[in-house]
């Protein structure tokens, strides 16, 4: 089975300093992979997604994110934090299922806080 | 249009009661699914339709029942819940374009608590 693993559950950053938060993949077949974000009491909404056709994927709000196939890795990055930025973040890998549709599984997620 | 509507937004329900939960989408999806999300965890899948078809049910205990009555709706039915339970209920929507690369788009949620 496909899995994801970030590492830190907590990133604190300087309004205006770069935002890296680290996703790890592993997977025995080219996987897709996902970042998503999430506000309190909120859903989750897409910010990425790779599905090799580049290795540098952008996403909304600035944020982008590079395939590394050596280093097994998909890490979020952003030029410059944002007080808004603060949420919790999700890396997710899909897999196909059989009868239909996709199953995300999500890593444990990293709790991005930005401080002034 | 990319939007997902769940309600209610907040649940609360007693252990012998049954109600439901409902999700919407009107953006033409074919896919759409449950998760559950206990605080500070991730979401994690229950259920998947594919063309109102139960495609992949994840051991979800039979106290959850899930309905898709037509390809914009999706319902999940509560009966007889325990209070680990209580949680963060999510529904999302996806194209069935191309193979397991699709968005899922998640609706805001029902916070569910039971006691």
């Known amino acids: 089975a496909q899995s994801v693993t970030q590492l830190g559950s907590h990133v604190s950053v300087s309004e205006g300093a770069l935002v890296l938060l680290r996703c790890n993949y592993s997977?025995?077949?080219?996987?897709?992979l996902f970042w998503y974000v999430q506000y309190p009491n909120q859903g989750l909404q897409l910010l990425l997604k790779?599905?090799?056709?580049?290795?540098l994927v952008k996403g909304i709000n600035g944020f982008e994110a590079e395939f590394k196939k050596s280093e097994t890795s998909f890490h979020l990055t952003k030029p410059s934090a944002h007080m808004s930025d603060a949420a919790e973040y999700f890396c997710?890998?899909?897999?196909?299922?059989?009868?239909?549709?996709?199953?995300?599984?999500f890593g444990t997620g990293t709790q991005l806080k930005v401080e002034l | 249009d990319t939007e997902v509507t769940q309600t209610p937004k907040h649940l609360v329900m007693g252990m012998t009661n049954k109600k439901s939960l409902k999700c919407e989408q009107h953006?033409?999806?074919?896919?759409m699914y449950w998760y559950k999300q206990k605080a500070k965890k991730p979401p994690e899948l229950m259920f998947v339709?594919?063309?109102?078809?139960?495609?992949i049910n994840e051991s979800v205990p039979s106290r959850f029942s899930p309905e898709c009555p037509n390809s914009s709706l999706l319902n999940l039915h509560l009966h007889a819940l325990q209070p680990e339970d209580s949680a963060l209920y999510l529904c999302?929507?996806?194209?069935?374009?191309?193979?397991?690369?699709?968005?899922?788009?998640f609706g805001p949620g029902t916070r569910l608590t039971v006691l």
């Open positions: 339709y594919s063309y109102e078809k139960l495609s």
């Open positions: 997710a890998v899909s897999e196909l299922i059989t009868g239909g549709g996709n199953k995300l599984t």
């Open positions: 997977s025995s077949v080219p996987p897709y």
């Open positions: 999302a929507s996806s194209q069935l374009r191309v193979k397991g690369a699709d968005t899922q788009y």
């Open positions: 790779y599905t090799s056709a580049a290795t």
């Open positions: 953006m033409g999806h074919r896919a």
